[in-house]
């Protein structure tokens, strides 16, 4: 049942081959649709056996204050709208942080399928502004693209709290984070993560507009 439920979310991920930005978005919220009826679908089976949580670093992805730092954001919203917990760790005296995910292990599988899905498409059009406006300064580029990606996120946040508003009585409930992930993470700290970014408004609605209809830009085959 798993491996049937795991290949229907890959190939509505697979989507994003569509030019159109609609299908993009209503494959990213069917996605989380067919999450919580698998957890509906567990939930009925008496045999059900007791899931492992597990603790992985998405490998290859990282940020800091001064580079990219909505992608902290990003793991956060996408992981907890998929029964997950992120966080951010680094190696002592460095500035650089690495993206942490804790769940029950086919919530991470899933998880961390969206999130590079939601990153490749933000990066897609942050490569876009960049090659737009390289005839600017770096600080002036740079607050560019950190104010598209905050927006971005907002965008995903929002539409993703439109979905769970619109199925709060039939399975929205289902997508809370489980006890045993609360129990798990329950180590990680609380400190806010606080970067200085000069935001452009124009940009920054730009972001919250593509976040909400999660516009495709890259392709994620290559996490399948």
């Known amino acids: 049942m798993y491996k049937d439920y795991k290949e229907k979310v890959k190939k509505l991920l697979a989507l994003a081959e569509s030019p159109n930005e609609h299908e993009a978005r209503a494959a990213l919220l069917k996605a989380r649709q067919l999450m919580a009826e698998h957890k509906i679908a567990e939930a009925d089976m008496e045999d059900i056996k007791k899931q492992k949580v597990v603790n992985k670093i998405i490998d290859g992805i990282t940020c800091s204050k001064r580079r990219d730092p909505w992608i902290i954001d990003l793991s956060g919203t996408i992981m907890g ?3 997950c917990k992120a966080y951010r760790t680094r190696a002592c005296g460095k500035q650089t942080f690495q993206i ?13 399928a969206v ?11 942050i490569k876009q502004i960049k090659t737009n406006n390289n005839i600017y300064c770096s600080s002036y580029v740079k607050s560019l693209c950190d104010s598209y990606g905050i927006g971005f996120v907002y965008g995903i946040s929002k539409m993703f709290s439109q979905q769970q508003k619109e199925n709060e009585e039939s399975w929205g409930l289902v997508l809370t984070l ?47």
């Open 100 to 112: 942490g995910i804790i769940g029950f292990e086919e919530d991470v599988e899933i998880a961390e």
């Open 178 to 224: 489980p006890k045993e992930v609360k129990e798990a993470s329950s180590y990680l700290g609380k400190n806010d993560f606080k970067a200085n970014i000069d935001y452009n408004r124009s940009m920054l609605v730009k972001g919250v507009r593509d976040g909400e209809s999660f516009s495709p830009g890259k392709r994620l085959k290559r996490y399948q």
């Open 115 to 125: 999130f590079l899905y939601a990153l490749d498409c933000a990066r897609s059009e």
């Open 81 to 83: 709208n998929y029964c």
